[in-house]
């Protein structure tokens, strides 16, 4: 068992849309002999479309269930040991940044994709800020060195204050753009020369920095100049200690061209070495060890079937310890229930198939046909376990939602609650007037909300305008202050679906005020707390 744990490397690749995650993801799974060809990958990004165009996007969204997961076994070259590495896939779309949150509850480490020309964007500043919070390790790929972009110092004075983690580069680019020449990789101190062909693998050539063959390959004025830069990076950069790497401290920086192939495999390689294997997870109760006798796992995510006939989804369960086997009797924590899973899949590249057994760190596909899962559930062999860390992030965007069809309530309701297990948004009853509030990150969420409403629970929803800035999960020592506070604010007082008190309020100003008047209240912006 220790050996199956040692061997894997569940992480995902997080990224701003269009810096090239799809492109990288492609990369790895060429190396890992998952597919032959490059474009055999499709982009789960969910292209903007018109809103009358909802096939297209259920389409789309269905992709993203085949390519959830990427598994493959890897051996870098000279090494003798197989690496099984697990590729979670995020969607692209910024409106389903819940869905990227929770996966990387699920993950040990993360690589992220910065475009060498843009820097850090928005969404990597988010999602940054979720692997902060959970202390997963970073590796970060700046790609695109085959087009004009920063000069890599500024580039890494960015990374550091944006991402407000420590960097140190391993690789490091000779010119870029046109004059793009290769990078030195400081981590195997070779020279990787850079041949601008989609197809063909870059040249390797183990070449001292101080030789006379470096000039001959670079040119004197670029050898000179590698030579002076990555001195000032010795200078600069504390040495490479793998352990503030794990213990998320220091992000080790790479430099390529995912499109180009160039960089990747290096990337790669280096990845399967540092890359913590699964790593112990925390319960309410307590701290599970990976290398545990007995299964456990929880569900992090929950894609719905696309198929309107066949109203099934999958739950997406990441094993957290033990061995889970097909079959077993295991518990259903929240539902106190025993159950057994007759064709659990696991997840390759373009195809799923049913599965024996699978170890800590593997993620498990288990069919489930209607209300059995919910986010955040936890499984187990008996023991009561409940996994923690999977946090509600405040919304942004605010709506009521009104029934549209009378004679259909019960449906409407059904479907809403299942809808709100799987994540899809979130869901407050406002105390005052019992009106229900739906919240989410994007637009795009309050269409598939409606759109799935109609077609898998045959309800009729309408959206009505509320005016809201933020809702926020409140807490306190002080019970006095807290009631004071609910009395004081009825109207803006709302429960979650758990029964947690929330406040809506609906200016930045109204929110600063109350944060003033009561200093004992905490105000939440996550459910995690
Ligand atoms: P994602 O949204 O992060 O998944 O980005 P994609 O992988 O879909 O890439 C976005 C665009 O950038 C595509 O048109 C890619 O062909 C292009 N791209 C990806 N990597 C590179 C690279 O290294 N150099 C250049 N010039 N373009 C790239």
Redesign the pocket.
């Known amino acids: 068992m220790n050996q199956e744990i040692e061997r894997r490397r569940t992480f995902a690749i997080i990224?701003?849309?269009?810096?090239?995650?799809?492109?990288?993801?492609?990369k790895f799974l060429l190396f890992g002999g998952q597919i032959q060809v490059a474009g055999a990958v499709k982009?789960n990004?969910i292209k903007k479309t018109a809103t009358s165009d909802w096939m297209e996007i259920e389409k789309q969204r269905g992709i993203s269930v085949s390519t959830s997961v990427m598994e493959f076994d890897y051996t870098p070259d000279g090494k003798n040991i197989e690496y099984k590495v697990n590729i979670l896939d995020t969607p692209?779309h910024q409106d389903f940044a819940e869905d990227t949150f929770r996966t990387l509850t699920a993950v040990d480490s993360v690589i992220i994709?910065v475009?060498g020309a843009k820097g850090v964007e928005t969404q990597t500043r988010k999602l940054m800020t979720v692997c902060r919070m959970r202390k997963t390790p970073v590796i970060i790929f700046v790609?695109?060195?085959?087009?004009e972009g920063r000069d890599p110092f500024d580039l890494l004075d960015e990374l550091e204050k944006e991402l407000e983690i420590k960097v140190r580069p391993l690789s490091w680019p000779i010119n870029q753009g046109a004059k793009f020449k290769g990078v030195y990789n400081i981590y195997e101190q070779k020279l990787d020369l850079f041949t601008p062909d989609k197809q063909r693998v870059t040249e390797k050539v183990e070449v001292e920095i101080d030789s006379e063959e470096l000039d001959k390959r670079v040119g004197e004025q670029d050898a000179e100049k590698l030579r002076e830069d990555l001195e000032l990076v010795d200078g600069v950069y504390p040495e490479f200690d793998v352990e503030t790497y794990r213990s998320a401290e220091v992000a080790p920086v790479f430099f390529?061209?995912?499109?180009?192939n160039?960089g990747v495999q290096e990337l790669l390689n280096c990845f399967v070495e540092i890359a913590p294997s699964p790593r112990p997870t925390k319960a309410e109760e307590r701290e599970v060890q990976p290398e545990e006798q007995k299964f456990t796992g929880f569900i992090f995510k929950i894609t719905a079937n696309i198929d309107p006939n066949h109203r099934s989804c999958i739950a997406f369960c990441k094993v957290c310890s033990g061995k889970f086997q097909r079959n077993q009797p295991y518990l259903h924590v929240r539902q106190g229930k025993t159950m057994r899973f007759t064709s659990p899949t696991q997840f390759m590249a373009q195809r799923k198939s049913t599965i024996d057994e699978a170890w800590p760190g593997d993620i498990v596909g288990l069919p489930d046909t209607g209300g059995i899962f919910k986010i955040g559930d936890t499984i187990t062999e008996g023991e009561q376990l409940h996994f923690r860390g999977l946090p509600s992030f405040s919304p942004e965007l605010f709506k009521y939602i009104e029934n549209d069809d009378p004679m259909k309530a019960k449906q409407l309701q059904k479907g809403i609650d299942q809808l709100m297990d799987e994540g899809v948004a979130q869901l407050f009853v406002n105390q005052f007037n019992n009106r229900k509030i739906i919240g989410t990150v994007g637009q795009l969420q309050f269409e598939v909300i409606q759109y799935r409403l109609e077609n898998e629970y045959n309800a009729k929803c309408r959206w009505e305008p509320v005016h809201l800035y933020k809702a926020c999960w409140i807490s306190s020592d002080d019970e006095k202050e807290l009631e004071n506070f609910k009395k004081r604010k009825y109207q803006y007082m709302a429960k979650d679906k758990e029964g947690r008190d929330v406040f809506l309020a609906d200016s930045g100003y109204v929110l600063q005020m109350a944060q003033q008047d009561f200093e004992h209240i905490q105000f939440h912006f996550t459910s995690e707390f």
């Not at 790609?143 to 087009?147: A, L, P, Q, S």
């Not at 390529?256 to 180009?260: D, R, T």
């Open positions: 990224s701003h849309p269009d810096a090239g995650k799809t492109t990288l993801t492609e982009s990004k692209g994709v475009d790609n695109k060195m085959d087009r390529g061209s995912a499109l180009n160039f």
